[in-house]
């Protein structure tokens, strides 16, 4: 069965600080892996998507890795700002579609940043 | 540019009460639109998938009766939870793509419809 298992499941940092937060996902045939933000009750916004042959991706003062072998992959968030406070979910699909292109969404890290 | 607009934001009604929600994708063609339902601390759940003029396919244990679907062009597709009851509070979220020659794109989500019955 296709999973994706965020960690840690809740994080609280003080601005200005770095953080990264993990997942870790068993989809089979893998297609892509995307990490998405989402403030409290909205959707999810995009940050990165990357595929099998890319180990690294970065949106501002987002990064996010990628280790296919390992399948495991992080998001690194850097001199964090008080507009960071969210939940980041990490989505990965699977090549062979499905239900909802094949994607399955982890559970998000619920991050708050402090003043 | 993908800007998926959902409406309403939030709704509080009585039980019994038919809600509809709408998703409209503002500056491109959906021909795919996808409803998902979020409980708090939760990952999104799939309802169903729908393409433009063709009948929604549910996921298991939902009720396509309860949840009715209609994708009747490119840009609109609505979801209408019938009768609904206490439980079906929940936070609705709908995402839409295209489709291009490099295949399925990306999906791009409504900032979704947070629905309280009472």
């Known amino acids: 069965k296709n999973q994706v298992e965020q960690s840690p499941q809740s994080l609280i940092i003080l601005e200005g600080k770095n953080c990264t937060l993990q997942?870790?996902?068993?989809?089979?045939?893998?297609?892509?892996l995307r990490w998405y933000k989402q403030d409290t009750g909205r959707g999810p916004v995009s940050l990165t998507i990357?595929?099998?042959?890319?180990n690294t991706k970065s949106n501002g003062r987002y990064t996010a890795t990628l280790d296919a072998d390992t399948k495991q992959s992080s998001l690194h968030i850097t001199a964090s700002q008080l507009s960071d406070s969210a939940s980041y979910i990490c989505?990965?699909?699977?090549?062979?579609?499905?239900?909802?292109?094949?994607?399955?969404f982890g559970k998000g890290t619920h991050l708050i940043i402090q003043p | 540019g993908a800007v998926v607009s959902q409406h309403p934001s939030r709704v509080i009604c009585k039980s019994g009460t038919s809600v509809k929600i709408e998703c409209r994708s503002l500056?491109?063609?959906?021909?795919?639109m996808f409803w998902y339902r979020q409980f708090p601390k939760q990952s999104l759940m799939l309802m169903a998938t729908?393409?433009?003029?063709?009948?929604?396919?549910?996921e298991q244990g939902v009720e396509k009766d309860k949840f009715l679907i209609n994708h009747a062009s490119l840009t609109l597709s609505t979801l209408t939870v019938t009768s609904a009851h206490p439980e079906d509070s929940s936070f609705y979220i709908c995402?839409?793509?295209?489709?291009?020659?490099?295949?399925?794109?990306?999906?791009?989500f409504g900032d979704g419809t947070r629905l309280s019955i009472l």
């Open positions: 995402s839409a793509r295209w489709t291009g020659r490099g295949g399925n794109q990306p999906q791009h």
């Open positions: 997942c870790n996902y068993t989809v089979s045939p893998f297609s892509n």
């Open positions: 990357m595929t099998f042959s890319e």
């Open positions: 989505v990965v699909s699977a090549k062979s579609g499905g239900g909802a292109d094949g994607l399955t």
């Open positions: 500056d491109f063609q959906a021909t795919t």
């Open positions: 729908s393409n433009e003029g063709s009948k929604a396919t549910y």
